[in-house]
């Protein structure tokens, strides 16, 4: 039994010495595996040292500092306008696709901005909400629809005349050119009838096909009057009430703005309305009593298309005006064509310079390059209605980025006075029942919340 100790201490060290020869050997195989570090000196050494005329070469700079300042600024307003003109593509095209719709609403926002204050003044008087908006809005239909039906009367009476005197006025044209210097002949006047007639005949299917477009915008203007009518009875019923629930769309931010934004808007376009029909009337009144005195058939129609096309700023007034001298032109002979220009061209001046300062004032402040931009792009995106609408929203959106611009500036200012007068403020008690419990961050967003 005295044996057995020794032999287990003998296999103990051989086992060690086995353990050891094994480390060994792994560690020369691992040595292996690693380059040689003592000769990367030797081959750091072997490469000459740049000589000391040699330029030092500059850490590249970080890419942000390395671009100049004004194309940085280019760039974040670049992709920020591209995002604006991709919002304002989408929200154009959502337009055209539910133009009658839109412009519906628009009429019946110029429509009900002209009868609104007729309500407010009913109501004034003790009628009642409802009675003093059905009131409002039978006799203006009514009256819009009388207008209407005297335009067409007149002209339908008028056509047969009129028919006559154009008759004449091209044969009195004819002579007029027979017997001016330009020499023309009958030959060439006679060519150019015959090319007209023979352009209608060659286009007798597109006309067709014109026609049965007209019966479809007949129906889409029909459809039209219809929703401006049911919009104007609701927004001169209940104006106040959509208009809260719009606010309540707006983002909690910016509602306040918003909010004071909406009724200076609102009086803008009331101003605008009620000018613009104000001035368009005495075009109409001044420019057919000189139309009437001068023997020009339809006097009454040209006068009310007069009217209407003074609601088209610039464009409006240039197109009426043509009407009136070419018709006169045609039925009365270059001399009272003349006389009809002279007293359009006097109306026109007098609106441009005395009315239209006068009853429009400072309510409606536009420059004359924006109303034609905007008569030009409002006519290209939706006709005539696009043309009509595009000064009161030019006027609109002036006056609400006015007031924006003011306000943000106001809140600014407001901003620097809290900031400045924080550090000499007393403390409030952190208590439980005191102001500072009022005003934790949790009650104020509950707050901000309601």
Same mark, same amino acid.
């Given at each position: 039994?005295?044996?057995?100790?020794?032999?287990?201490?003998?296999?103990?060290?051989?086992? &060690? /010495?086995?353990?050891?020869?094994?480390?060994?050997?792994?560690?020369?195989?691992?040595?292996?595996?690693?380059?040689?570090?003592?000769?990367?000196?030797?081959?750091?050494?072997?490469?000459?040292?740049?000589?000391?005329?040699?330029?030092?070469?500059?850490? /590249?700079?970080?890419?942000?500092?390395?671009?100049?300042?004004?194309?940085?600024?280019?760039?974040?307003?670049?992709?920020?306008?591209?995002?604006?003109?991709?919002?304002?593509?989408?929200?154009?095209?959502?337009?055209?696709? @539910?133009?009658?719709?839109?412009?519906?609403?628009?009429?019946?926002?110029?429509?009900?901005? !002209?009868?609104?204050?007729?309500?407010?003044?009913?109501?004034?008087?003790?009628?009642?909400?409802?009675?003093? #908006?059905?009131?409002?809005? *039978?006799?203006?239909?009514?009256?819009?629809?009388?207008?209407?039906?005297?335009?067409?009367?007149?002209?339908?009476?008028?056509?047969?005349?009129?028919?006559?005197?154009?008759?004449?006025?091209?044969?009195?044209?004819?002579?007029?050119?027979?017997?001016?210097?330009?020499?023309?002949?009958?030959?060439?006047?006679?060519? *150019?009838?015959?090319?007209?007639?023979?352009?209608?005949?060659?286009? #007798?299917?597109?006309? &067709?096909?014109?026609?049965?477009?007209?019966?479809?915008?007949? @129906?889409?203007?029909?459809?039209?009057?219809?929703?401006?009518?049911?919009?104007?009875?609701?927004?001169?019923?209940?104006?106040?009430?959509?208009?809260?629930?719009?606010?309540?769309?707006?983002?909690?931010?910016?509602?306040?703005?918003?909010?004071?934004?909406?009724? /200076?808007?609102?009086?803008?376009?009331?101003?605008?309305?009620?000018?613009?029909?104000?001035?368009?009337?005495?075009?109409?009144?001044?420019?057919?009593?000189?139309?009437?005195?001068?023997?020009?058939? !339809?006097?009454?129609?040209?006068?009310?298309? *007069?009217?209407?096309?003074?609601?088209?700023?610039?464009?409006?007034?240039? *197109?009426?005006?043509?009407?009136?001298?070419?018709?006169?032109?045609?039925?009365?002979?270059?001399?009272?064509?003349?006389?009809?220009?002279?007293?359009?061209?006097?109306?026109?001046?007098?609106?441009?310079?005395?009315?239209?300062?006068?009853?429009?004032?400072?309510?409606?402040?536009?420059?004359?390059?924006?109303?034609?931009?905007?008569?030009?792009?409002?006519?290209?995106?939706?006709?005539?209605?696009?043309?009509?609408?595009?000064?009161?929203?030019?006027?609109?959106?002036?006056?609400?980025?006015?007031?924006?611009?003011?306000?943000?500036?106001?809140?600014?200012?407001?901003?620097?006075?809290?900031?400045?007068?924080?550090?000499?403020?007393?403390?409030?008690?952190?208590?439980?029942?005191?102001?500072?419990?009022?005003?934790?961050?949790? &009650?104020?967003?509950?707050?901000?919340?309601?």
């Amino acid at each position: 039994m005295s044996r057995v100790p020794g032999w287990l201490a003998g296999l103990g060290a051989g086992l &060690t /010495r086995i353990s050891e020869r094994l480390d060994e050997r792994r560690n020369e195989a691992e040595a292996d595996d690693v380059p040689d570090v003592a000769v990367v000196p030797a081959a750091r050494d072997s490469i000459p040292p740049p000589p000391a005329y040699a330029p030092t070469v500059a850490a /590249r700079p970080d890419p942000v500092a390395a671009i100049p300042w004004g194309m940085r600024v280019a760039a974040e307003a670049g992709w920020r306008l591209l995002v604006l003109a991709g919002t304002l593509w989408v929200l154009i095209r959502i337009i055209s696709a @539910v133009q009658l719709v839109v412009l519906a609403f628009v009429a019946a926002l110029l429509v009900t901005a !002209m009868l609104q204050p007729t309500v407010a003044r009913l109501k004034r008087l003790g009628l009642p909400r409802g009675l003093a #908006t059905a009131v409002t809005a *039978i006799a203006g239909f009514v009256i819009m629809g009388l207008v209407g039906w005297f335009v067409v009367w007149q002209v339908m009476d008028n056509l047969d005349n009129l028919s006559d005197r154009v008759r004449d006025g091209i044969e009195e044209l004819k002579r007029w050119l027979l017997d001016s210097p330009f020499h023309v002949t009958e030959q060439q006047i006679n060519d *150019i009838a015959k090319n007209l007639s023979d352009t209608i005949g060659t286009n #007798t299917e597109e006309i &067709t096909s014109a026609g049965l477009q007209g019966v479809t915008v007949m @129906v889409e203007i029909l459809t039209g009057i219809l929703l401006a009518m049911f919009s104007t009875l609701f927004l001169l019923y209940d104006g106040k009430r959509i208009w809260q629930w719009v606010l309540k769309l707006v983002p909690a931010q910016a509602r306040e703005g918003v909010a004071g934004a909406g009724p /200076r808007a609102w009086r803008t376009l009331t101003a605008y309305v009620r000018g613009t029909v104000i001035v368009a009337l005495i075009d109409a009144i001044f420019i057919g009593l000189g139309i009437y005195f001068l023997d020009v058939p !339809m006097a009454v129609p040209l006068a009310v298309f *007069i009217f209407l096309f003074a609601f088209i700023p610039l464009v409006g007034a240039v *197109i009426s005006g043509a009407l009136a001298v070419v018709v006169a032109l045609v039925t009365q002979g270059v001399f009272t064509a003349l006389m009809v220009l002279i007293v359009v061209l006097a109306v026109q001046q007098l609106e441009g310079h005395v009315l239209q300062p006068f009853i429009l004032g400072r309510a409606v402040r536009v420059h004359p390059l924006a109303v034609v931009l905007a008569v030009a792009a409002g006519g290209l995106t939706a006709g005539i209605g696009g043309a009509v609408v595009a000064v009161p929203l030019v006027a609109v959106t002036n006056t609400v980025v006015g007031y924006l611009r003011a306000y943000g500036q106001e809140q600014a200012l407001r901003g620097a006075a809290v900031v400045e007068a924080a550090p000499t403020a007393a403390p409030a008690p952190l208590t439980a029942s005191g102001p500072a419990a009022a005003g934790t961050p949790g &009650t104020a967003g509950a707050e901000g919340r309601e």
